[in-house]
């Protein structure tokens, strides 16, 4: 087990009516006197009266704000940009993000980006700068599955140069988090199984590490994952099944914010490879993670069966094969069976990608957008991925 110190400071506030709770959280750590930044997507706060119950709780504690809308899933710099400008304009000192990761990622590229000093938000992006103020962020949760609403962590893409770009920086930690699941019981199908899709990568990208004696963690990572399995289903069957939501709510901010990533060198090769893949075809990320995961354990699978075959008996409860190498991919096929079982793609065709005709282009990019020099840096630790290497897991996934 390596190292490691850990604070995760937001204030939790789970269960039924608990966006009641926004306008007394938000003066609490903001301040009466202060000018809030109200940042959500569109229409769908105001379907679910959420938009209503924000808006008074706010205006009844006197509580000045603007508004600024439009964030769509994989968010964009554009609007980072025009938040920066709004904020700056009214002095804006806290942001309050009501929505899903999308809102809530690009309500931390705003609050990175205010300060001047700072400088420009795509370059620490790319720079992966530290920063030296950020304004605090709090989060009104409506879909679970990125576990923004709990980390330090966003995602933004810029679309004049194609990249899609993660970033983190305890300062963007939001300060407060509400998570009612009765928020999320007006959820497509569609949006439940990308959801689930994607905070199972989170734990996935933990999971899967060289780092000896993580007995702790490796055993917390299978057991949000077996919650999440039973779970899941569920809401498919049933979208306003509030237990089941309320477990996969809580497994997905777990997922995130980094209590199972704890003492073990991390991964994330596979969401840097969708991250090329959205940022080409605009597709949603939990989707593209379903497609790109499974073709990635193929790929490592020769070097790496022994874990692969940890996660197939612990998580999916595989029989124990003649060997390691059967075992884990009995588990892949198990896991590729679950995603099917949540209507998500698992090819590149599926996902709507119509040929591999820029699978090269994405497979530079993936290793290339931080270079400074030209000179590849990979991605993954538990088996360093450079462009051939995710080539062939791109063309793996056609199939």
């Known amino acids: 087990?390596?190292?490691?110190?850990?604070?995760?400071?937001?204030?939790?506030?789970?269960?039924?009516?608990?966006?009641?709770?926004?306008?007394?959280?938000?003066?609490?750590?903001?301040?009466?006197?202060?000018?809030?930044?109200?940042?959500?997507?569109?229409?769908?706060?105001?379907?679910?009266?959420?938009?209503?119950?924000?808006?008074?709780?706010?205006?009844?504690?006197?509580?000045?704000?603007?508004?600024?809308?439009?964030?769509?899933?994989?968010?964009?710099?554009?609007?980072?940009?025009?938040?920066?400008?709004?904020?700056?304009?009214?002095?804006?000192?806290?942001?309050?993000?009501?929505?899903?990761g999308s809102v809530i990622d690009s309500a931390k590229a705003i609050a990175a980006g205010i300060d001047a000093e700072n400088g420009d938000?795509?370059?620490?992006?790319?720079?992966?700068?530290?920063?030296?103020?950020?304004?605090?962020?709090?989060?009104?949760?409506?879909?679970?599955?990125?576990?923004?609403?709990?980390?330090?962590?966003?995602?933004?893409?810029?679309?004049?140069?194609?990249?899609?770009?993660?970033?983190?920086?305890?300062?963007?930690?939001?300060?407060?988090?509400?998570?009612?699941?009765?928020?999320?019981f007006t959820l497509p199908p569609n949006q439940i199984a990308n959801g689930v899709s994607d905070m199972m990568s989170h734990i996935f990208e933990r999971y899967f590490s060289d780092t000896p004696h993580c007995e702790i963690t490796d055993g917390l990572c299978e057991s949000v994952l077996k919650t999440i399995i039973r779970n899941a289903p569920k809401l498919l069957a049933d979208p306003q099944n509030y237990d089941a939501w309320a477990e996969i709510g809580f497994a997905g901010t777990i997922a995130h914010n980094n209590l199972l990533g704890l003492g073990r060198v991390q991964d994330w090769a596979c969401h840097g490879m969708e991250h090329e893949i959205s940022a080409v075809y605009d597709v949603a990320h939990g989707a593209g993670l379903a497609v790109v995961t499974p073709a990635w354990m193929k790929f490592i699978l020769p070097g790496k069966s022994a874990k692969l075959a940890q996660f197939a008996k612990n998580v999916f409860g595989v029989p124990v094969g003649k060997n390691d190498l059967e075992t884990a991919q009995a588990g892949i096929a198990a896991l590729v069976a679950f995603y099917k079982k949540m209507a998500l793609p698992t090819t590149m065709r599926e996902l709507g990608v119509p040929d591999n005709s820029r699978f090269e282009e994405m497979a530079k990019k993936a290793v290339l957008g931080r270079s400074r020099d030209g000179n590849e840096i990979p991605q993954g630790n538990f088996r360093k991925l450079f462009s051939g290497d995710i080539l062939k897991i791109y063309h793996l996934a056609e199939k």
């Open 1 to 100: 087990m390596e190292n490691f110190t850990y604070s995760c400071p937001t204030r939790w506030v789970f269960g039924r009516g608990t966006q009641a709770q926004v306008g007394e959280l938000t003066e609490r750590f903001a301040g009466k006197n202060a000018t809030v930044l109200l940042h959500f997507g569109g229409n769908a706060i105001k379907r679910i009266g959420l938009y209503d119950t924000t808006v008074s709780a706010l205006r009844e504690r006197g509580i000045r704000f603007v508004e600024l809308s439009g964030v769509v899933p994989n968010p964009r710099l554009e609007l980072v940009r025009e938040g920066i400008r709004l904020c700056r304009e009214h002095k804006v000192s806290f942001i309050l993000a009501v929505g899903g």
């Open 121 to 184: 938000i795509w370059e620490t992006f790319v720079a992966r700068r530290p920063l030296k103020t950020a304004v605090p962020v709090a989060t009104v949760l409506t879909i679970p599955a990125t576990g923004s609403e709990m980390s330090p962590n966003t995602v933004i893409t810029d679309e004049a140069s194609g990249y899609k770009l993660g970033y983190g920086d305890e300062k963007l930690r939001p300060v407060f988090s509400i998570v009612n699941p009765e928020l999320f």
